[in-house]
């Protein structure tokens, strides 16, 4: 399996403050998505990266990707109360599965 | 929620009774997914299918079975629930296939069995 592993698990920050967050993984990937999920809700879509690409933005949302490392970022820039969630990274490995990591639990205090 | 809708939305059942859970979409999308979400484990794919009547299995597959007899109902059926059934579940569709294309979850199902 090539579950994604985000870290850190839990991070409070500022609003206005940067987030940042890590994702590891084991095997080789085709693409890597990140996904966010308000309490009590379904995961939202935010942002894709392919494997021959090294890093994406999407408004306020960076991400990285490191094959070498196998690993990515995602960095929140000038973070909202409103973006307080839970945001989970997801492998896919070209097949038609996801694997998707524990979810990493982010507090922006206004 | 991209035309992707559960139910019910909140159930509980008794150990050893039959549970189906529906999923319905209106997008038209070739792929659906059923998945759990529990406590420290994150996501774990359950089954999928991959168009009208073609189905595969997840990782955690024991216990379920599925069905899609046309492109917009994929349902999810636990022939005899247990305990270790009780999970938040989670339909997701996808256009393309999602080893390269996002996917869009339902609000999902909140099972107790007791």
């Known amino acids: 399996s090539q579950q994604g592993e985000e870290d850190p698990q839990a991070l409070s920050i500022q609003e206005g403050e940067n987030a940042t967050m890590n994702c590891s993984y084991k095997t080789s990937i085709n693409n890597l998505q990140w996904y966010r999920q308000n309490s009590g809700r379904g995961l939202v879509h935010l942002i894709l990266?392919?494997?021959?690409?090294r890093e994406k933005h999407s408004g306020r949302l960076r991400v990285t990707l490191d094959t070498s490392k196998k690993s990515s970022s995602l960095l929140i820039t000038a973070s909202r109360a409103a973006d307080t969630a839970s945001y989970f990274c997801?492998?896919?490995?070209?097949?038609?599965?996801?694997?998707f990591g524990k979810g990493n639990q982010v507090v922006v205090i206004p | 929620d991209a035309g992707i809708t559960q139910s019910p939305r909140h159930k509980v059942t008794e150990t050893g009774t039959p549970v189906t859970l529906r999923c319905h979409q209106t997008?038209?999308?070739?792929?659906m997914y059923w998945y759990r979400q529990d406590p420290g484990h994150g996501l774990r794919l359950i089954h999928y299918?991959?168009?009208?009547?073609?189905?595969d299995k997840g990782e955690v597959s024991d216990g379920y079975s599925v069905s899609r007899s046309k492109t917009e109902d994929f349902l999810l059926t636990l022939e005899s629930a247990t305990s270790s059934q009780t999970s938040v579940y989670f339909c997701a569709i996808s256009d393309k296939g999602q080893g390269a294309y996002e996917q869009y979850f339902g609000p999902g199902t909140r099972l107790t069995v007791t």
């Open positions: 997801a492998t896919g490995d070209g097949n038609n599965r996801l694997a």
């Open positions: 299918s991959y168009g009208v009547k073609d189905t």
């Open positions: 997008e038209n999308h070739r792929y």
């Open positions: 990266i392919r494997s021959n690409e």
